[in-house]
């Protein structure tokens, strides 16, 4: 009787795994910003292309140093509702030096209070979520900490007939044997930020066709199932002395052209000729920025140099990220080029 009943139970999860939460295709966006606010070309954009799901990231994990505890930070702000015609993937971004400074017997401790808290912010917007997603670049002293972490989360998940996924760099794909196989149901391919970024005029560290090059032959062989994420964003690269000292996110080209306080060298690098403020930032005499942007033709080249490498059981197809500055310099078709690749 009692493994009658086991069984039933066994055939139960799986109809949940499989059907209450059944995956499809989906076009999809991440949406990276602390507060959750669409504008009208935001709206247009998703509204337009068919966009099924959103991938939003509600906090990130670090490390309190004072308790050397590990606490959410940075938690996302509601000021719409989210349609309830949006799929919605809850994704947290753990920091990595708070897994290797996170006691092993304490993991299973920060993935019930990391699964509360998501469970808190997506109740408290009437949020259903069929998966949660993870971001951590794990490292090989962290890995341990890390996939502890997955495993208390997907037990946990699939209790409520839910799934996990995490996010998946090129590299851990090409040295899948030394930096592990993470156990969670999913992975997402970041289909970006392959190159080194360096002060120099190096190829574009977010994406590049010869980096990516080295990499996508191993995709074919990666055990688990992949889905998804192309570029399309910017930033710039703030160098002081020859060396980078931060990353100035969602800036483009256009907003150094048109202010005075920066010199243009050429395309895409800037000299700052007097000490200033701009934006919050502080940019002494002689700093550098180099910008990295994406361009829609450079989007659809990542797409188009994947198709044949990505594994047929895609089924999300995501774009980072949603910003109204970045998609004002994408039309509509631009976006459905990439989308229709795998289509």
């Given at each position: ?267 895409s690098t800037f000299t700052i000729p007097k000490s200033f403020f701009f934006r919050g930032f502080y940019f002494m005499k002689n700093d550098v920025v180099k910008v990295e942007e994406i361009t829609p033709a450079q989007c659809n080249t990542a797409a188009q140099q994947l198709k044949s490498k990505l594994p047929k059981h895609a089924e999300s197809i995501a774009i980072f990220h949603l910003d109204s500055l970045i998609i004002s310099h994408y039309e509509k078709q631009d976006f459905e080029k990439v989308f229709s690749t795998y289509h």
């Open positions: 009787m009692n493994r009658y009943r086991l069984k039933i139970t066994i055939a139960f999860i799986t109809i949940l795994l499989t059907n209450a939460c059944k995956h499809e295709t989906h076009r999809s966006f991440y949406y990276w910003k602390s507060v959750y606010h669409l504008s009208q070309s935001e709206r247009k954009c998703l509204e337009e292309l068919n966009i099924s799901k959103l991938y939003i990231r509600f906090f990130d994990v670090d490390l309190d140093e004072p308790s050397g505890k590990a606490v959410p930070i940075a938690k996302i702000r509601f000021a719409d509702n989210v349609l309830s015609s949006y799929k919605v993937v809850p994704v947290v971004y753990i920091v990595n030096k708070t897994l290797q400074k996170s006691k092993y017997q304490d993991i299973t401790d920060l993935a019930i209070k990391i699964l509360t808290q998501v469970e808190n912010i997506a109740s408290s917007k009437n949020i259903a979520f069929c998966e949660l997603q993870m971001d951590c670049d794990w490292s090989d002293n962290t890995h341990s900490n890390y996939f502890a972490l997955l495993e208390v989360l997907k037990t946990k998940l699939h209790e409520q007939g839910k799934i996990l996924s995490a996010t998946i760099r090129l590299h851990q794909v090409k040295y899948k044997n030394i930096t592990g196989l993470p156990p969670v149901d999913r992975g997402m391919l970041m289909y970006y930020n392959m190159g080194k970024i360096s002060p120099d005029a190096s190829p574009n560290s977010v994406f590049n066709t010869t980096d990516a090059a080295k990499y996508i032959d191993y995709l074919p062989d990666y055990p688990l199932p992949l889905d998804v994420a192309l570029p399309a964003f910017s930033w710039g690269i703030h160098v002081r002395n020859g060396k980078v000292i931060e990353l100035l996110n969602s800036m483009n080209s256009s907003d150094f052209e048109n202010n005075a306080n920066f010199t243009q060298v050429d395309s």
